[in-house]
């Protein structure tokens, strides 16, 4: 019979990354979370999205905050796994300089390289191949797009219709769902097709890839609950990048996340879901040191009141009026809990029976809880006599504007056009 104590691959996978600060799927399972409050307030609203999808409304979304080290990545990775357990498709975003929260179109690639669905692997063509075009929720899609008091971009219209007429053509209906995706499409190639089944939409023209965005969160949403799936839930780690941006970046980034987040009436994407992760300080610096709050409306007041309420929407999201909940210290109990899975994971890991005494260690982050145990087993496993002591040093999470930041890598596509 194999011991229970036999090490595992998965279990030294999951200590990985435990020790490393960046849980990964198995080890958040296996650890759960004592998180209860934002646990409750975002299953109940889970079982509001799909009502709101219906009405043709966006479910509001909230933020969690807290210091660096208390867990903020770990709860997002439980919220994931609850989301596939009820049923919605995710993606799991982590803002950053390749994936920056003011380029929209950026961050709807990114959401869809990340998308995960509950009942297969894959993203965005395999939500396609799921799609029935005989079922109900096939034609409800079909109808919705096509209905011109929905608004729904013409581009979105066209493809879906061709995707309908052409679906023998599978180079084509290819190139038609990776422009769904966020890849180029040809317009007069879009109006070609048209004519060849005798259909034509005066709208049809070229756009920037910018503003291509929202529609495309928008479209994508729709086609997700047509595919079976309750609704689509974005979660964005590591807001608080935004502070290091410049004050312009800023803007753009909180205009962004008033519409993802449904703080837009005008510009919502029903049927999709966000939370947002940051650290504590950020509201501090941008907000009280900054003052972008007495900044913003000077900047824009006269010249585009529109943009200002969109600016000013996001800045209140992120301040924490409308929404907010934060991180909660763990009690000795919530402590005991994690430090009894967490041993279990060392144990079955690497076959050792590590001690049942929880240190004590003083005040500390969680994060800085788990390594400090993890780093004391390894050094009693390789030698039972030694006496681990161990010190922690707090890290501050450095929010200086960072002008480089913006500048990435990866190639810039937002103002571009699609091709005639």
């Given at each position: 019979?194999?011991?229970?104590?036999?090490?595992?691959?998965?279990?030294?996978?999951?200590?990985?990354?435990?020790?490393?600060?960046?849980?990964?799927?198995?080890?958040?399972?296996?650890?759960?979370?004592?998180?209860?409050?934002?646990?409750?307030?975002?299953?109940?609203?889970?079982?509001?999205?799909?009502?709101?999808?219906?009405?043709?409304?966006?479910?509001?979304?909230?933020?969690?905050?807290?210091?660096?080290?208390?867990?903020?990545?770990?709860?997002?990775?439980?919220?994931?796994?609850?989301?596939?357990?009820?049923?919605?498709?995710?993606?799991?975003?982590?803002?950053?300089?390749?994936?920056?929260?003011?380029?929209?179109?950026?961050?709807?690639?990114?959401?869809?390289?990340?998308?995960?669905?509950?009942?297969?692997?894959?993203?965005?063509?395999?939500?396609?191949?799921?799609?029935?075009?005989?079922?109900?929720?096939?034609?409800?899609?079909?109808?919705?797009?096509?209905?011109?008091?929905?608004?729904?971009?013409?581009?979105?219209?066209?493809?879906?219709?061709?995707?309908?007429?052409?679906?023998?053509?599978?180079?084509?209906?290819?190139?038609?769902?990776?422009?769904?995706?966020?890849?180029?499409?040809?317009?007069?190639?879009?109006?070609?097709?048209?004519?060849?089944?005798?259909?034509?939409?005066?709208?049809?023209?070229?756009?920037?890839?910018?503003?291509?965005?929202?529609?495309?969160?928008?479209?994508?949403?729709?086609?997700?609950a047509a595919a079976g799936y309750t609704g689509w839930v974005l979660l964005l780690d590591e807001v608080e990048l935004v502070a290091r941006l410049s004050l312009a970046a800023r803007e753009h980034s909180c205009a962004t996340l008033a519409a993802l987040s449904g703080h837009l009436k005008h510009a919502s994407v029903p049927g999709a879901f966000l939370v947002g992760a940051m650290t504590d300080d950020f509201t501090g610096e941008v907000f009280e040191r900054r003052r972008d709050r007495e900044k913003v409306p000077q900047r824009w007041a006269e010249r585009d009141p529109g943009h200002l309420a969109e600016i000013e929407a996001?800045?209140?999201?992120?301040?924490?009026?409308?929404?907010?909940?934060?991180?909660?210290?763990?009690?000795?109990?919530?402590?005991?809990?994690?430090?009894?899975?967490?041993?279990?994971?060392?144990?079955?890991?690497?076959?050792?029976?590590?001690?049942?005494?929880?240190?004590?260690?003083?005040?500390?982050?969680?994060?800085?809880?788990?390594?400090?145990?993890?780093?004391?087993?390894?050094?009693?496993?390789?030698?039972?006599?030694?006496?681990?002591?161990?010190?922690?040093?707090?890290?501050?999470?450095?929010?200086?504007?960072?002008?480089?930041?913006?500048?990435?890598?990866?190639?810039?596509?937002?103002?571009?056009?699609?091709?005639?």
């Open positions: 019979m194999t011991s229970v104590l036999a090490p595992a691959v998965t279990e030294r996978q999951s200590i990985e990354a435990l020790r490393s600060g960046v849980p990964n799927r198995a080890a958040v399972r296996h650890l759960g979370t004592d998180q209860k409050a934002v646990e409750a307030r975002f299953l109940e609203s889970l079982s509001q999205v799909a009502a709101s999808r219906g009405d043709g409304r966006q479910l509001p979304g909230f933020l969690v905050e807290g210091g660096f080290g208390t867990g903020k990545s770990h709860l997002l990775e439980w919220l994931q796994h609850i989301s596939l357990e009820q049923g919605f498709a995710c993606s799991k975003v982590v803002i950053s300089k390749e994936t920056p929260l003011g380029d929209p179109h950026k961050l709807f690639r990114a959401a869809v390289d990340a998308l995960t669905l509950p009942d297969r692997v894959g993203g965005l063509a395999e939500t396609v191949e799921k799609l029935r075009r005989d079922s109900q929720a096939y034609a409800d899609l079909y109808r919705l797009v096509q209905d011109p008091a929905r608004r729904f971009d013409p581009l979105f219209q066209a493809s879906l219709l061709l995707f309908e007429r052409l679906h023998s053509d599978t180079q084509f209906v290819d190139r038609v769902v990776a422009f769904w995706g966020g890849d180029r499409i040809n317009v007069s190639d879009l109006k070609k097709q048209l004519r060849t089944i005798g259909q034509s939409l005066p709208d049809l023209r070229s756009r920037r890839v910018r503003d291509l965005a929202l529609p495309r969160f928008r479209f994508v949403a729709e086609l997700l996001g800045m209140q999201f992120l301040a924490g009026r409308r929404t907010g909940l934060r991180i909660q210290s763990p009690d000795d109990e919530a402590l005991r809990r994690t430090f009894e899975r967490v041993r279990d994971l060392y144990q079955a890991a690497y076959g050792w029976q590590a001690p049942d005494e929880i240190p004590a260690d003083g005040k500390r982050s969680m994060r800085q809880h788990v390594r400090d145990w993890i780093t004391r087993w390894d050094l009693l496993r390789l030698d039972p006599a030694y006496r681990p002591d161990i010190e922690v040093q707090s890290i501050t999470v450095d929010l200086a504007e960072r002008p480089d930041l913006e500048r990435s890598d990866e190639p810039d596509e937002e103002d571009e056009r699609l091709p005639e």
